[in-house]
């Protein structure tokens, strides 16, 4: 049985572990919108595991602080240690580990960052490998269903609840953004020559 949210009702710091790529962050972006709808007082941290993946959400309004996770950056253990240290002192009230995150290093961040409610997904394999006994809320997998529902089911133990209607995938960008865009296919050649391809689907 999914279990509920008690304290805090309403989460004053929540931490967000974006797992994989760039692409699976994307993903949880309706999530975050819906989070953000929902606590909008609520500080939200985003950590991600390359530099280049923060660059995409330094303009988001959504996030208010960005973590750079890079393996090549935190080699050594003084580094790892000084890495949660600054989590822990984050006081987090909620981690939500994004979609797909079936590995253990992100259930063994989740734990460290002392957070009391560490909501993620359960899986069917790996239970014990993944150390996925380390969230304490965990969401049943929903088979056959686009990464964008699988992410937006994160939400039920707040009790929020989504309409497919709401959902779209978005990225906020800004005048310099298009511009650096529009400067590019402009030195490429590019300008009349753009295929576009929406391979976004929700049955």
Not at 62 to 77: Q, V
Not at 101 to 121: F, K, M
């Amino acid at each position: 049985m999914l279990k509920k949210i008690d304290k805090p009702i309403k989460p004053k710091k929540i931490l967000i572990i974006g797992a994989i790529g760039i692409g699976n962050l994307l993903m949880f972006r309706p999530t975050l919108k819906k989070l953000r709808q929902n606590f909008p007082r609520a500080f939200f941290s985003l950590i991600v595991l390359k530099k280049s993946f923060a660059e995409l959400f330094t303009n988001d309004p959504l996030i208010d602080e960005l973590i750079i996770a890079d393996r090549a950056l935190l080699k050594g253990i003084r580094k790892k240690l000084n890495f949660i240290r600054r989590l822990r002192q984050g006081k987090y009230d909620v981690v939500i580990t994004t979609f797909p995150a079936n590995r253990w290093e992100y259930n063994l961040l989740a734990y460290l960052s002392g957070a009391p409610c560490r909501i993620a997904h359960s899986y069917y394999i790996k239970k014990w490998c993944s150390l996925s006994f380390l969230q304490n809320i965990k969401i049943p997998l929903k088979l056959a269903t686009h990464d964008v529902e699988q992410n937006l089911r994160l939400l039920l133990p707040f009790d929020i609840s989504w309409q497919k209607e709401e959902i779209k995938l978005d990225l906020p960008l800004t005048p310099d953004n298009l511009a650096q865009g529009e400067d590019f296919l402009r030195k490429n050649n590019l300008l009349n020559k753009l295929i576009g391809m929406n391979i976004f689907q929700w049955a």
